[in-house]
């Protein structure tokens, strides 16, 4: 009996081996974040030196509810300008200690994205979702997991989710589901994605009501409870875009004016690679498996003479999805184009309207779950397995069953072992092979040596620092802000475009002798730091910091105009007293790894 029971249990397991495998990931995930902790390598582009700052500007000046308030950088911004209180990534930081919110974050955004896709897989295979389920767990796993821009890695990961509720309104409408769709929005963010899902379900709305031949009112509810939702929950972004008199850098902003060739060049980058805030590591199995189905799939149609099936299939639809958001992706970049869109909608002025790309991730993953769904319903009476010398006959349909879990596998681990650019838990466990292997500390820094809070702390307390306007330089000003440091400087893509002008004037000395930088600012100008008169850029997040050019090219006198007092260095200045600063300390503490040098303006 107890044999037998073994027998049973070891097969359970076997029969549920996705199960483990999402747990063993789950955990791994877990116990990298939280035991490590903020020892972790945390991505720092677009992540640590913009909105983790923020949320804990907005924890350090209690201002995540306030109104009619200034956050403490660009020289004093309306808090209307930075995240809504009411989202759940906002929430998160509100309530917890910003690692500790940000860890909880990438935990939370597995769950959403493994979850929604669980709900949608079983929406969209009614009956037959038990055939499917170990493949919608693997699916929706690798979605969960995927690396994309961390502080929307919950927006991108509850995509699915909405898809499910729109599917539930308009097959069996019912209260609960409009309310649901207007919550929403607590999981998504409208200038990434609102826009977009609203605009998409208005094609779909059209397209329904030819179909059907009747007004699918039921869709057209959801829609206004979206978009009622969007504007609740983000009505400060809805109170600056509608309401807001400031004409703001986006007026300035070049996106750039691509000829045909890099045109379509950018469509096929955006349709096999992706671009970076949203990398789905799809070009290397993902895609060929979905164009090799695509092929066969409709090749089949036409060799069993049903040619209008080919437009009738889901799969051709999600691979048209798939095109069309790469080629918004890339027309963007035509300007004559860009500019009409401008014309009819002003306010769309700046506004990167090819962020489709950012849907691409879960449309392939959608396809890639519908191909291998498929080879789950291939019959294969003679298959064969060779196991050890040994001939094992498998049932029917399992060699094509094994296949696609294989492959499904695959996919995870590609995602996992991808030394992409938002993939913490990889550089994470990299660096500290690095380090148990080498004796010492790897190049990149760690999140707590990145912001450095000790240091930085006992700088202010020897200064008497009483919130006086300052500035970084060889750091980004984002390590100032997260230490309750005011900064004329920063990272933001929306602010006023006479600010822009007045903190260029401060770094037009350097601006004049890098022309690189002078067009980097001048066409973008959502990075205002104080800049290298001779590098590119000064700024680097690691331990070995080395710099060719020890003088600072700044006007004195402007950076004064703006209320400038403290400048917070990672260099040594060779030129200080020439430029009009005194070193008024240089301090440096065990748990860090700079030495910091702090300026004051001369009086």
Wanted: aromatic fraction near 18%; hydrophobic fraction near 45%.
């Amino acid at each position: 009996m107890k044999k037998r029971g073994r027998n049973e249990f070891m097969k359970k397991l076997i029969q549920n081996w996705y199960l483990m495998v999402v747990a063993g990931i789950f955990l791994l995930a877990a116990l990298i974040l939280f035991g490590v902790g903020e020892s972790s390598i945390i991505s720092i582009h677009d992540n640590l030196d913009l909105f983790l700052a923020q949320f804990q500007m907005l924890k350090n000046t209690n201002s995540f509810f306030a109104h009619g308030v200034k956050a403490p950088f660009l020289g004093g911004i309306s808090r209307d300008n930075l995240p809504s209180e009411f989202s759940l990534y906002s929430m998160l930081f509100f309530l917890m200690p910003s690692y500790q919110a940000y860890a909880a974050g990438y935990l939370i955004k597995i769950v959403i994205g493994l979850g929604s896709s669980l709900l949608l897989a079983r929406e969209f295979c009614g009956d037959g979702y038990q055939k499917y389920r170990p493949l919608a767990w693997m699916a929706g796993l690798a979605y969960g997991i995927l690396n994309v821009f961390p502080a929307f890695g919950i927006p991108f990961a509850s995509i699915p989710l909405i898809v499910y509720l729109v599917r539930k309104l308009y097959r069996k409408p019912s209260f609960k589901w409009y309310v649901a769709v207007f919550f929403y929005p607590l999981l998504s963010y409208f200038s990434y994605f609102g826009l977009f899902i609203l605009a998409y379900l208005a094609v779909a709305f059209l397209w329904l009501w030819v179909k059907d031949k009747k007004c699918p009112l039921r869709i057209l509810i959801g829609i206004v409870a979206l978009a009622a939702g969007y504007i609740v929950f983000e009505y400060r972004l809805f109170g600056v875009m509608l309401f807001g008199r400031e004409e703001t850098i986006r007026v300035t902003m070049e996106a750039g004016s691509f000829g045909a060739g890099e045109i379509l060049k950018t469509m096929a980058e955006g349709f096999t690679k992706g671009m970076f805030h949203a990398e789905s590591m799809h070009t290397y199995l993902v895609m060929p498996v979905c164009l090799f189905y695509f092929l066969y799939l409709n090749i089949s149609y036409i060799k069993n003479k049903n040619p209008r099936g080919i437009f009738h299939e889901p799969f051709n639809l999600l691979m048209l999805a798939l095109v069309f958001n790469s080629f918004v992706y890339g027309i963007y970049y035509c300007e004559p184009f860009r500019k009409v869109v401008e014309t009819l909608c002003p306010s769309l002025t700046g506004w990167q309207f090819n962020r489709t790309v950012f849907f691409n991730p879960f449309v392939w993953y959608a396809a890639f779950f519908l191909a291998l769904s498929r080879l789950y319903d291939k019959e294969e009476k003679s298959a064969v397995f060779f196991v050890v010398f040994k001939k094992i006959h498998v049932g029917e349909g399992m060699l094509w069953r094994y296949f696609a879990n294989v492959l499904a596998v695959m996919a995870v681990l590609l995602i996992l072992f991808s030394g992409t650019r938002y993939n913490d838990l990889y550089h994470t466990a990299r660096a500290k092979a690095y380090e148990i292997l080498k004796g010492k500390a790897s190049n990149d820094l760690s999140y707590g040596e990145f912001y450095s809070t000790k240091l930085f702390e006992l700088a202010k307390e020897d200064i008497g620092y009483e919130g006086e306007w300052s500035a970084a330089y060889g750091f980004h000003p984002a390590v100032l802000e997260y230490n309750g440091i005011a900064t004329l400087d920063g990272y933001l893509g929306f602010y006023g475009q006479a600010y822009k002008e007045d903190f260029r004037k401060v770094i037009a000395p350097a601006l004049e002798r890098v022309p690189e930088s002078r067009e980097y600012f001048d066409t973008w100008g959502a990075r205002a730091y104080l800049y290298s008169g001779t590098e590119l850029s000064i700024v680097a997040a690691v331990r070995d910091y080395q710099v060719a050019d020890h003088e600072i090219y700044i006007n004195e006198d402007a950076f004064k105009a703006l209320g400038g007092v403290y400048i917070f260095s990672r260099i040594e200045l060779s030129n200080g007293e020439d430029v009009g600063l005194a070193l008024v300390g240089t301090y440096e503490e065990e748990s860090s790894p700079y030495v910091l040098y702090v300026y004051s303006c001369e009086q």
